[in-house]
């Protein structure tokens, strides 16, 4: 068994802008699991660069509200909502709330930095 607790991961930020605390990712924790998953954080105003990932990703906002943008598509997100972005496609998020926007990303395979691209 091995348990994690949130506040024992690191948090740093990644290339879109968001912080993140990575939980779970089989590279760096010898795990046998494909995906990796990852607490995000957004703050009151902000958003995330647009970028897109190679992998399939899942967002599960926990608390907040925000816009999700993908490729064309947008529409508002708050607790509860899962979102999945397939791989390729431009995505982003705006926290248009009063609080931070909290969610959990899940990516498969497991998210590394080389299956990510920053859009210009």
């Not at 068994?1 to 779970?24: H, P």
């Not at 990796?36 to 957004?42: D, I, P, W």
């Not at 970028?51 to 607790?79: A, F, P, Q, W």
Request: hydrophobic share 35%.
């Amino acid at each position: 068994m091995k348990i994690i607790n949130l506040k024992d991961c690191k948090q740093f930020t990644v290339g879109d802008g968001s912080f993140l605390r990575e939980v779970f990712n089989p590279k760096k924790d010898n795990l046998n699991i494909r995906y990796s998953l990852a607490q995000a954080q957004v703050q009151t105003g902000q958003k995330t660069k647009p970028h897109k990932l190679k992998y399939s990703e899942i967002y599960y906002v926990l608390r907040g509200v925000g816009i999700m943008h993908i490729d064309k598509e947008e529409n508002v997100v708050r607790e509860n909502d899962a979102v999945y972005i397939p791989p390729g496609t431009v995505q982003w998020v705006e926290n248009i709330g009063k609080r931070t926007l909290d969610f959990l990303c899940i990516v498969d395979p497991a998210w590394e930095p080389e299956c990510e691209e920053i859009m210009k």
